[in-house]
Antibody
């Protein structure tokens, strides 16, 4: 059974760089979009960005200048980096998988367990 | 950017009742790439519906999705106790992908 395991630093100071990783277990890595989403305390879901099967990326315009999503296919994992964090970046961060097949895009069917990131001086 | 509006914000119902949740988009959702997710406290969201009307693997038949263009609906035919949660719609036909603010279904 496919599952995503994510990890990374949970406490950051303002101006530092958030770095999270998400590993894929029990399934293939290629042929999927890999997504990062966050949820601020008591708030809704915010899409951060994605990396597509061809390696291209799409990012939220509000975060684009600070975010990088990359993959390490040899380790079947992907990563999120968000630079110059502030208190507004405090949130639970989720990784997720999205299938793409025959030019059809499916929903986010597999999610990581979530990582709580707090930005505080 | 496509803005999604969900209504109502909160839906107070009892087990066995029918729930109808609405998601309206500010622009046409390309290819009906509209998904619905359920989230319970302390848990990651769970995919219920993709492509506006397709149930995800393992999702009970009491959940159904409909709609196209800018208006979409999630229906839960008969609420079970485990269905009380927050429901989000998401469009993924255009970038940036966006989520609605959520509808809380409570007792």
């Amino acid at each position: 059974q496919v599952h995503l395991q994510q990890w990374g630093a949970g406490l950051l100071k303002p101006s530092e760089t958030l770095s999270l990783a998400c590993a894929v277990y029990g399934g293939s890595f290629g042929g999927y979009c890999w997504i990062w989403i966050r949820q601020s305390p008591g708030k809704g879901l915010e899409w951060i960005g994605e990396i597509n099967p061809d390696g291209s990326t799409n990012y939220s315009p509000s975060l684009k200048s600070r975010v990088t999503i990359s993959v390490d296919t040899s380790k079947t994992q992907f990563s999120l980096r968000l630079s110059s964090v502030t208190a507004a970046d405090t949130a639970v961060y989720y990784c997720a998988r999205q299938a793409v097949a025959w030019n059809y895009i499916y929903g986010l069917d597999i999610w990581g367990q979530g990582t709580t990131v707090t930005v505080s001086s | 950017e496509i803005v999604l509006t969900q209504s109502p914000g909160t839906l107070s119902l009892s087990p066995g009742e029918r729930a109808t949740l609405s998601c309206r988009a500010s622009q046409t959702v390309s290819s009906s790439y509209l998904a619905w997710y359920q989230q319970k406290p302390g848990q990651a969201p769970r995919l219920l519906i993709y492509g506006a009307s397709n149930r995800a693997t393992g999702i009970p038949g009491r959940f159904s999705g409909s709609g196209s263009g800018t208006d979409f609906t999630l229906t839960i035919s008969r609420l079970e106790p485990e269905d009380f949660a927050v429901y989000y719609c998401q469009q993924y036909g255009s970038s940036p992908r966006t989520f609605g603010p959520g509808t809380k279904v409570d007792i």
